[in-house]
């Protein structure tokens, strides 16, 4: 037949919800982050002057993040990952607003952070678990011949693969999985499929905790130019190579 491919994507959010539950003061708090972009870890006090503060990353071997003391930063013992990268607040510092500010996140900042405040009248110790992730951005899908190939860049944490067809069938879909961590410790997953029939529409899903995106091949014949979605809602096909705009 005179058929023509096409590739749809779309994507859907994970959507966490956090139950409402008290928590003692001296439990970690829990921060997560995108790898790239900026994150404040929160710490707090009951204000005051002459504060001495010291930020910490606990599970690197306590390199130090950054130090404020005699009213002003202290980096002269700065562990050199986080040179130019962090800041405080330093008019919220007499306040009580000793978090701090740490811009272009790595994997390698995952981990605990202690928050140590000082003044005349005592200390006081804060923990932070900062955890990261690189969503899944795009979800490329090409064809040669029989053979589909999708793959995915720059993820974290480790992502998950799948494949299934439009409509859902009863059909074993022989596949090879591979996955390779970058220097960044990001990961790149890619993964080839033999079309075993032409009528089906084949999807791939690449998905991690935070999100999931996916690409579908459609073999379109004569006079068939729409797609009908799950939801009802029509998409408009995109030729082969080109990437539909994620819906809000």
Known sequence: GNCASIICQWSSGVV???????????????????????????????????????????????????????????????????????????????????????????????????????????????????????????????????????????????????WSTSPPSSLNLQHKTTKQKTEQLLYNIRSYLILSDSDLGYSCTVSTRRNRKRATLWRLCEYYLSVEFGSGAAEKPVQTGHQEPDPH
């Open 16 to 162: 966490e919800r956090l139950r409402n539950v008290s928590v003692p003061d001296v439990a970690d708090s829990e921060v997560s982050c995108v790898v790239m972009e900026s994150c404040i870890l929160p710490c707090s006090f009951q204000g005051g002057t002459d504060v001495v503060i010291h930020w910490i990353q606990v599970t690197a071997g306590n390199l130090p993040v950054h130090s404020f003391y005699h009213n002003q930063d202290q980096l002269g013992h700065q562990d050199q990952r986080f040179r130019d990268r962090t800041s405080l607040f330093k008019d919220q510092i007499s306040e009580g607003n000793t978090s701090l500010q740490l811009t272009g996140v790595k994997v390698q900042d995952q981990g605990r952070y202690k928050c140590h405040t000082s003044v005349i009248r005592g200390n006081k110790d804060s923990f932070i678990n900062l955890k990261l992730d690189a969503p899944v951005d795009q979800v490329d899908l090409q064809q040669v011949d029989n053979r589909i190939t999708c793959s995915s860049e720059g993820i974290y944490p480790e992502p998950e693969l799948t």
